[in-house]
């Protein structure tokens, strides 16, 4: 296992690399930089010189930085500074909000942000918090856009050990220790069941004094993608700028064009209605402006069929939508508000431009194993966030995932947008534990598409492992062009395992694929692949380094 002395030498590394790449960029930028700016500036070099000593001095080091960030509060790699200092004096919670700050100042949370090192950050901050699930996702954000991070797929294997993941952990901290020696003492001890992550306890004083410089030192999480320093701030803050102007300038140039729907006016005072984008059993969606902030969205307008259940359904659908809106995840597209007005019930979402999976295969027919496996393991990572948090989909199949046309996988309608009259009452019962730790709900309605179905959702009962089995299918049918099943043949097919082995479609598949079909479509529940996170584990084991593209 490192010690901090194995730390502080990585650290050291990373930071004299800093310093070298940065001088040439502190000099052409302090041409534009105002007095405050380059004051800033200073202070961040002050605060790399106090981390790069020997014993590293982090209470200073986060005092430079905070003095630096109230100057010129637009830098990214300040925060990441200032982050890397809270977890190493235990401000765990500090630490969050650098990282985040941070991620929202490079593009926000998941969009493309390629801030590898913010993530790494987060991630350890967060999982010495006790909050694993989160740090998992974090991690293997950061694992996408640098998928050379020895340490990001340690802190994953770290996470996962947390909660009980035994394979999970041994996939990651293998790759891990493939990446960095640095790492294999951590892959012998995980192979001997031994723990392989203790968590730090937070400082009692969140702002801590105290804690002698260099102290369980974590090390350069957090610089190993930024390596221009606080310099990167610079040319951000300049293109921000930039870019308010240039945006603010369209949304008015578009704003006479965008006709409303609505004769007294833009929607509850604030979504100028533009053109309708789709339509479904449930209602029309619209793209539409925000006028308040001025972002483009979506906005689904539920039919009168949801008005003719009553107030008793009308509220059933309104909490289903609070549900969902509560998921804040980079992989799923996010509802920013819901109106219950007098002329209907608005759902406004995300507004993602792309291809869903459904339009790419019937383009493409089927994707290839490595275009599959990179676009599942998004939707695993979206999956499990929701699971984390008692939200299951319910009707995962590829015409509710996206890929955008910037390269993003975004898992689209988590269990409420679904025909009101097409739903089958069945008996209300709070969740229950069925055998080996399954956790099933007796649902109000069945919703879903049955051939995506899990044959216990089929009945009413749902639960994580219900989504597992979607996955299952979506990944047959991504990789052969087929269904699985034939839709007409109903739950018998599925409880029978009729289906024909992906590797007899297309010889080229490696013959574990039919291993995990076959384990993600055990019709039992409680034998089936447990958890989206396990299903991500064995496409990580299957090999592919596969990156999203635009396909």
Not at 213 to 223: R, S
Not at 228 to 242: C, D, E, H, N, Q
Not at 392 to 399: E, M, S
Not at 466 to 487: H, I, N
Request: hydrophobic letters at 45%.
């Amino acid at each position: 296992m490192w010690n901090a002395a194995d730390f502080m030498r990585f650290f050291l590394a990373l930071s004299l690399l800093t310093m070298v790449l940065a001088a040439p960029i502190e000099a052409a930028a302090k041409r534009k930089l105002s007095v405050d700016e380059q004051h800033a500036l200073k202070l961040i070099k002050r605060a790399d010189d106090a981390m790069s000593a020997i014993p590293a001095d982090f209470n200073k080091a986060a005092r430079s930085l905070r003095q630096a960030l109230d100057l010129a509060p637009y830098n990214p790699s300040a925060y990441n500074k200032l982050a890397t200092a809270f977890n190493n004096l235990k401000n765990y919670s500090g630490a969050v909000e650098a990282s985040m700050k941070s991620l929202e100042l490079t593009g926000g949370l998941g969009t493309g942000n390629r801030n590898s090192a913010a993530y790494e950050n987060l991630a350890w901050a967060q999982l010495n918090l006790g909050d694993a699930r989160s740090a998992i996702a974090n991690a293997s954000l950061a694992i996408q856009q640098n998928p050379r991070s020895a340490m990001a797929y340690a802190l994953r294997a770290f996470a996962y050990e947390e909660i009980g993941e035994k394979e999970a952990k041994l996939i990651s901290i293998k790759a891990a220790a493939s990446l960095s020696s640095a790492f294999k003492g951590h892959h012998e001890r995980a192979l001997a069941g031994k723990r392989i992550f203790r968590r730090r306890a937070a400082a009692t004083d969140e702002r801590p004094s105290g804690q002698g410089p260099g102290q369980d030192v974590l090390g350069a999480i957090g610089l190993g993608v930024l390596v221009s320093g606080g310099f990167i701030g610079v040319a951000w803050y300049s293109r921000r700028k930039l870019l308010e102007r240039a945006s603010a300038a369209k949304i008015a140039a578009k704003n006479d064009a965008l006709s409303s729907e609505e004769d007294d006016g833009p929607l509850a005072g604030k979504y100028k209605l533009s053109r309708i984008i789709g339509k479904g059993g449930m209602g029309q969606v619209w793209e539409a402006l925000d006028l308040t902030l001025g972002r483009v969205v979506a906005i689904k307008l539920m039919t009168e069929d949801l008005s003719a259940m009553g107030e008793a359904g009308r509220e059933y659908y309104m909490q289903e939508a609070r549900t969902v809106a509560a998921l804040h995840h980079p992989h799923i597209i996010g509802i920013y508000e819901i109106l219950d007005l007098k002329s209907g019930l608005y759902l406004v979402f995300e507004m993602a431009k792309g291809k869903t999976i459904q339009h790419l295969l019937a383009e493409k027919h089927n994707l290839t194993f490595a275009e599959s496996v990179a676009i599942m393991r998004p939707v695993c990572d979206a999956l499990e966030f929701a699971h984390a948090r008692g939200v299951v989909h319910r009707d995962l199949k590829p015409a509710n995932v996206m890929l955008t046309d910037q390269g993003f996988v975004k898992v689209m309608d988590f269990g409420i947008a679904r025909k009101v009259n097409s739903t089958v009452d069945v008996s209300q019962r709070g969740g229950q534990a069925e055998g080996n730790g399954i956790v099933l709900d007796h649902t109000r309605t069945i919703v879903g598409t049955p051939v995506y179905m899990a044959p216990e959702a089929e009945e009413g009962a749902v639960g994580a492992v219900s989504d597992v089995f979607s996955l299952g299918v979506c990944l047959y049918e991504m990789l052969t062009g087929r269904l699985p099943y034939d839709a007409r043949g109903g739950l018998a097919l599925k409880l029978e395992r009729q289906y024909i082995p992906p590797s007899q479609h297309d010889g080229t598949l490696p013959a574990s694929v039919d291993q995990l079909i076959a384990d993600a479509l055990d019709p039992n529940p409680r034998t089936r692949i447990r958890s989206a996170m396990a299903f991500r584990a064995r496409l990580d084991e299957l090999g592919s380094t596969a990156e999203v593209r635009r396909l």
